[in-house]
């Protein structure tokens, strides 16, 4: 589950990690108010400048104008109201773009340096690993590719949690003043406490920046949490914005079925991840592109199948369907009877390819065949994405 940029600062600072001061607006009316009594915008104290930012759950605001750098009190309101509502394109919203429904103020801050910092789960390793680079502001990504000598990872030993040593070979590595390693290192045990106590499974603070006068704040912030681990947390569970997801996930959601939207026409319904993420490439290999990641998990039973059919047949790019099961704990007779019983009751109007393996695979393609239905059977994976991506092709 992944939150705002507001919601991350809000809990990094139960955590006394350094972030800008700012308030949150959802209309022009509610800026216009703010900019005339919030101590924010005036007296002595006030900052020079105050950046507004568009709240999406995507990164590249920047780019895409979703950030703008107000010099006065007085221009404020203009750059909310030309963000807000705005359709935001960047690469991670794919080319639908998404629509900010609110905006975050904050204080400007007198920037000399900027730095990347971030906690992720590596699975690899199976443990916490650190990423710290010198080339804050930019994506990371763009970083590793064309200078991977500027960015060191740092894995934590679970048995031995966080020492100031660590902290200390981050500092060194990004070459901070030596006044700031105090506040450097305290700042990633702050940061591991907060990622291990909440279950989190990405924190990224991109920039981390040292001011003009020594401070270290998070510019920036990303988290998302363990989904798994939501329920544990009522209150972080309570941050989820259905708003920015995707319709057809969330009513995935409703019958615990695993769904991811592509960009694709080839809709994939498989029980395992591994085996959904190998069908994926096996798609694109056969020259077709996969619509959706559909996990419908191990039991596949004819409930889980018929809404499975029904939320992919609710995207409209979907010009054929391949369903990729395993039959391992659930045996695969069972698995055509549900797939035979839900595609009668959905009504299933684009190419269906099935391909089954495992126990009493053989039984549960012949029922397959023998349904009456038009559902073309595979038995090895490369076959079934080859006859789905010409059936989708050629329009059968």
Sequence with gaps: MNIHEYQAKELFKEFGIPVPNGVLVETVEQARQLVGTSPLFKGDSKPAVWAVKAQIHAGGRGKAG??????TVEEIPGFVEQILGKILVTHQTGPEGR?????????GSRIAREYY???????????????????????IEEVAHSHPEK????SIDPAEGYSPYIGRRLFSFLGLPFQTQVQFVNLVRDLLSFFQQRDASMVEINPLVLTQDDKLIALDA????????????????????????NELEIEASKYNLNYVKLDGNIACMVNGAGLAMATMDVIALAGGSPSNFLDVGG?????TVEQAFRIILSDPHVKGIFVNIFGGIVRCERIAGG?????????????LVVRLQGTNAKEGREMLKNSGLAIQVAEELFEGAEKIVLAVKGGA
């Design 99 to 107: 629509k900010v429904q609110k905006v975050w103020i904050e204080e």
């Design 222 to 245: 990303k988290v998302g949490f363990d989904d798994n681990a939501v329920g544990r947390h009522p209150s972080i569970k309570g941050l989820r914005d259905l708003l920015e997801e």
């Design 151 to 154: 960015i060191l990872h740092i």
């Design 117 to 139: 910092l971030s906690a992720v789960v590596d699975r690899t390793s199976r443990r916490i690993t650190l990423i710290a680079s010198t080339e804050g502001g930019m994506e």
């Design 299 to 303: 039991g596949a039973s004819k409930e």
């Design 339 to 351: 797939i035979i019983a839900a595609a009668q009751d959905v009504k299933i109007t684009v190419p």
């Design 66 to 71: 979703g950030v703008k750098i107000a010099k």
